[in-house]
């Protein structure tokens, strides 16, 4: 039960999360841009990529096929996503995350680093329980790997 939630629950979020950059690319150029570690070529690359990932993942764990795959790629997302916050919490930079839309430059003082760095390590603990614990209920793998399987043989005799 506890994988089966886990799945479900980082589904959500890279669904969540891929929607809506999806739906404003420009302002997930802004947000990715803010960060200032990529050159501007790589800022289109990413802003362009990063929405359509974020919903293949959540669409694959949503259905449950390849969910160990799927987890190691979340965690090294997660593990990118939680870099990038520290980089630019060190570096005194001013951004909101825009891990869920928005993103970009902030006042002084309105940054959640810690509330972010918190939340992202949580998805993370999901990841991680999911490549050690991959097999989860109604994951569409579940039912692909007994197909695969060689059942016992019936024949005639006679």
Not at 47 to 67: H, K, M, R, S
Not at 103 to 108: I, K, L, M, Q
């Amino acid at each position: 039960m506890v994988g089966t939630l886990a799945r479900l629950g980082l589904a959500a979020v890279w669904l969540a999360s891929g929607l809506l950059k999806a739906l404003d690319p420009a302002q997930t150029y802004v947000a990715v841009k803010a960060y200032d570690v990529l050159p501007t070529d790589g800022v289109s690359i990413v802003a362009g990529i990063l929405p359509w990932f974020e919903l293949a993942l959540g669409v694959l764990l949503l259905l449950g096929v390849g969910t160990r795959a799927v987890a190691v790629l979340s965690a090294v997302l997660l593990l990118v996503f939680i870099a990038g916050v520290s980089q630019a919490w060190a570096r005194g930079l001013n951004i909101d995350c825009g891990c869920f839309g928005g993103g970009g430059a902030v006042e002084p003082g309105q940054t959640q680093y810690v509330q972010e760095i918190v939340r992202d390590t949580g998805f993370l603990v999901l990841a991680a329980w999911l490549i050690v614990r991959p097999r989860t209920f109604g994951a569409l793998e579940n039912l692909i790997g007994r197909a695969a399987e060689p059942g016992p043989r019936h024949s005639k005799v006679g």
